[in-house]
């Protein structure tokens, strides 16, 4: 009796899908350690001066867009990327992935996207200009478009 081993031979990840998974990990960290800087502080107040805030209302400190900037675009996007590159099933999320036919992760890089533009755009309007609002403005909608990419449908379909 001769046993043999089978190997799975795992296909390329596609481009559009590697491009997702590098933005949201590349945005994962950035904010991950931006919302950190903003809620305790580091860098001092030339970082963000508080002036920043006069215009934007219900907002008096850093605290708040620092808890959003790392938990809703850095962790997020961090658990978002290892679902984009790992497609992990999660019970929780399986209405998710009947409702629209893909991998959970596929509405989450469009919703991390949309809002990134968002808070962008926000950022124009509040913040005085830095290099750094079209480079992410970017990001937000290359992670909003690149799902509907037909090799990212494929890889992300449920099945």
Sequence with gaps: M????T???SQPRPVPVAWISALLLALGLGATAGG???IFGVGGSSMLPDEYLDAVPLIDSWVIPGIVLM???GIASLIV????????RWRWLEGIERMTGYHWSWIATIAIGVGHVIWISLEFIYIPFSWLM???GLVGLALA??????K?????RRG
Excluded: D, E, I, K
């Design 36 to 38: 950190a800087a903003m």
């Design 7 to 9: 190997r799975t031979v």
């Design 71 to 73: 938990v809703g675009f």
């Design 81 to 88: 990327a290892y679902g984009v590159l790992q497609t992990p």
């Design 152 to 156: 990212v449908r494929r890889h992300l």
């Design 134 to 136: 079209p480079t992410f």
């Design 145 to 150: 478009l690149l799902p509907f990419s037909a």
């Design 2 to 5: 001769t046993l043999t081993a």
